[in-house]
């Protein structure tokens, strides 16, 4: 089992343009979680998926922020424009099922916007 | 709106030595806490929970309701426990977990 895939696992852009990082969960894991860590920080939730809806994007800027999990499978979180605060560790997570305490984690995506 | 504090940023201790990382949390609810660890070049993973009230590894950690603390205990520790540790709370009801900043634990020969 290869555990929560991500990629890339690094990315460095310059500011405005746009971003995207891809995520395939544990199978048959039905959430779907998108974090972003800020240096020295810890993971905060963006987006959290049951399948393919999303049930909890409060934390999710939506103006430059989206995300989709179209067949309730993997998922895209996108940035467009990026600005220079975006740079940070994108995690994603999965877990079976939304009462399934342990959610398994992805290694993230490093990105640095110049 | 809850909170999680982890008041020491970073943690020296020697092989051996006992271990104690910090988590005080705020919520009004019936929470759940979890302690994660991140080892060097590995990706974030559970360690334990309180629900379970295991020992993982030889860590420990005791919800305290009275202080608000969820603190993580090792009697003595190893080098292989050197790591990123987050504390985390779960509010009732809800999937949403709230990290604290962390604590890297460093473990000297």
């Known amino acids: 089992e290869a555990g929560v895939v991500q990629s890339p696992r690094y990315k460095i852009i310059e500011k405005k343009q746009p971003v995207a990082f891809w995520c395939n969960p544990i199978?048959?894991?039905?959430?779907l979680y998108w974090y972003r860590q800020n240096l020295g920080q810890g993971p905060e939730l963006l987006i959290r998926?049951?399948?393919?809806?999303?049930?909890?994007d409060s934390q999710l800027p939506k103006d430059r922020f989206s995300a989709e999990r179209l067949k309730g499978v993997d998922s895209t979180l996108k940035i467009q424009p990026a600005e220079l605060g975006d740079s940070a560790v994108y995690l994603c997570?999965?877990?079976?099922?939304?009462?399934?305490?342990?959610?398994?984690f992805g290694p993230g995506t490093r990105l640095l916007v110049l | 709106a809850q909170r999680v504090t982890q008041p020491e940023k970073l943690l020296s201790v020697f092989k051996g030595a006992p271990v104690e990382l910090k988590c005080n949390y705020s919520?009004?609810?019936?929470?759940?806490l979890f302690w994660y660890v991140q080892y060097s070049r590995q990706r974030l993973q559970l360690l334990l929970r309180?629900?379970s009230r295991e020992s993982i590894k030889g860590f420990t950690a005791d919800l305290n309701k009275g202080e608000t603390s969820f603190h993580l205990k090792k009697p003595f520790a190893q080098e292989e426990d050197s790591a990123m540790y987050y504390c985390?709370?779960?509010?009732?009801?809800?999937?949403?977990?709230?990290f604290g900043k962390g604590t890297k634990l460093t473990v000297n020969p």
């Open positions: 997570a999965s877990s079976l099922d939304p009462g399934q305490e342990t959610q398994y």
């Open positions: 199978s048959g894991h039905n959430t």
């Open positions: 998926y049951e399948n393919e809806e999303a049930v909890d």
């Open positions: 919520y009004s609810g019936s929470p759940e």
């Open positions: 309180h629900i």
């Open positions: 985390a709370l779960r509010q009732g009801g809800s999937e949403k977990l709230v």
